[in-house]
């Protein structure tokens, strides 16, 4: 890896990524979404002397010419850039499709006209919905269980048609529930943690039941640098899973204990999915990335909600988030 290009940079996973790679010493070029602020979201809470780092490049991935004009000069292609989010994807699924398809497909075919030497096409573990056996291993039968899930696997799908069709030099990384530092309101953690540090003792959650491999965010970017280093993986699509479940239940229960043990749960209609939507099981296979890579987890559950935890006590971080609101 040479020159790099992260998409999606300016978001949770990706922000993280770029200061991993930074610290290993590789060039970067961080793609972030275009807006009339100029704001490059996660990187501006960087240090200067990080930011300055960095070469910026802000576009669309749903414009063909910004993709083109982003992967011109790189060797090595991050490929994050989604739009994310279960229950947005009811009311806009257009969108998801937008971006996570279309998009897609213009970093793939602008990667095939520039000869990029190596591609990772992030997936996400909703396209293999409710699991139908356990572990999840990489041959689980995709089951678009959402728009946004199915916008996923029509993208993964696009990205293996490449390596099929031209040998593009792409692999599909997925990893599991990504949770840590910077991690979006809309996922279940930091909805718990922001309600409890603002002292709500009736925490408002969905659905109890449903279980999750959770893997922190430091980990998640160890398995897609790993994953990139390794040339077995051409073609594959790879889980980032550390082989362990909680409840939802659970986890709320362990984070009240951390943070406010007199609260209490409190099950909201508007919080549920619908029925068949939900994904009522998450347990990844680990194997097939223990064997073609380096990559260990790091941070067991405990360690990593504590540094979770850590950082939303930060006044600044916690104001970032509207703990009021119930955030699709």
Request: glycine share 6%; charged share 25%.
């Amino acid at each position: 890896m040479k020159k790099i290009l992260v998409t999606g940079a300016d978001g949770f996973i990706g922000s993280h990524l770029v200061e991993k790679l930074l610290e290993q010493n590789y060039d970067v070029k961080a793609f972030v979404l275009y807006n009339a602020f100029n704001n490059w979201g996660w990187i501006d809470s960087y240090p200067k002397e990080i930011i300055d780092s960095i070469e910026v490049f802000c576009g669309d991935i749903r414009d063909e010419n910004s993709v083109r004009k982003a992967c011109k000069g790189v060797d090595t292609i991050f490929h994050l850039a989604a739009l994310i989010g279960i229950p947005y994807s009811y009311h806009a699924p257009s969108s998801y499709i937008d971006t996570n398809i279309k998009g897609t497909l213009n970093l793939l075919q602008a990667s095939l006209d520039y000869n990029i030497e190596k591609i990772i096409v992030t997936s996400t573990s909703e396209v293999y919905g409710t699991a139908l056996y356990v572990p999840i291993d990489e041959k689980h039968p995709r089951q678009g269980q959402s728009p946004y899930s199915a916008s996923k696997i029509g993208a993964d799908s696009l990205a293996e048609s490449f390596y099929r069709s031209f040998n593009l030099p792409v692999t599909i990384a997925r990893p599991f529930n990504t949770y840590g530092p910077r991690q979006s309101a809309r996922a279940v953690i930091p909805t718990i943690i922001s309600q409890l540090l603002n002292g709500v003792t009736d925490l408002e959650l969905g659905s109890l039941l449903p279980t999750r491999d959770l893997v922190f965010v430091k980990d998640t970017v160890n398995g897609f640098i790993e994953i990139a280093k390794s040339d077995k993986l051409n073609g594959n699509d790879v889980n980032i899973a550390t082989g362990t479940e909680i409840s939802i239940g659970n986890l709320a229960n362990k984070l009240i204990q951390l943070i406010n043990p007199s609260a209490k749960i409190k099950t909201m209609e508007e919080r549920l999915r619908p029925v068949n939507s939900e994904v009522e099981r998450l347990l990844g296979s680990k194997e097939k990335i223990t064997l073609n890579t380096k990559w260990k987890q790091q941070f067991i559950l405990d360690e990593g909600l504590k540094l979770t935890i850590d950082w939303f006590s930060n006044k600044e971080n916690i104001k970032r988030y509207k703990h009021n609101i119930y955030n699709v």
